[in-house]
């Protein structure tokens, strides 16, 4: 199992910036991607970004050049730096893992919201 921690949500104005925060724990070791997905309100769960093991960086459209992912191997942890945010941007962010064995195994967090006022 892996757990998976966000912190660093919040309320912001339009053109602000928030940091995201996933500390996981657990059984991490065969982690491919990590990433981060968020689910505005009365819509669905959408990818906002994605690393792998390998260091590839997968990004939408709507969030290129304003949002970046990092991480940190030796903390576990897996960053979203969110800057020029947009009202619609506001939604609860997850954290995201996933194995791929004989089957593909995925996790998430608890979620964190962003608001962004304009």
């Known amino acids: 199992q892996v757990q998976l921690v966000e912190s660093g949500g919040g309320l912001v104005q339009a053109g602000g910036s928030l940091r995201l925060s996933c500390v996981a724990s657990?059984?991490?070791?065969?982690?491919?991607?990590m990433g981060w997905y968020r689910q505005p309100p009365g819509n669905q769960r959408e990818l906002v970004a994605s690393?792998?093991?390998?260091?590839?960086?997968d990004y939408p459209d709507s969030v290129k050049g304003r949002f970046t992912i990092s991480r940190d191997s030796a903390k576990n942890t897996v960053y979203l730096q969110m800057n020029s945010l947009k009202p619609e941007d506001t939604a609860v962010y997850y954290c995201?893992?996933?194995?791929?064995?004989?089957?593909?195994?995925?996790?998430w967090g608890q979620g964190t919201q962003v608001t962004v006022s304009s």
């Open positions: 995201h893992a996933y194995k791929l064995g004989y089957v593909r195994y995925d996790y």
């Open positions: 657990g059984s991490i070791f065969s982690i491919n991607v």
């Open positions: 690393i792998s093991n390998g260091g590839i960086i």
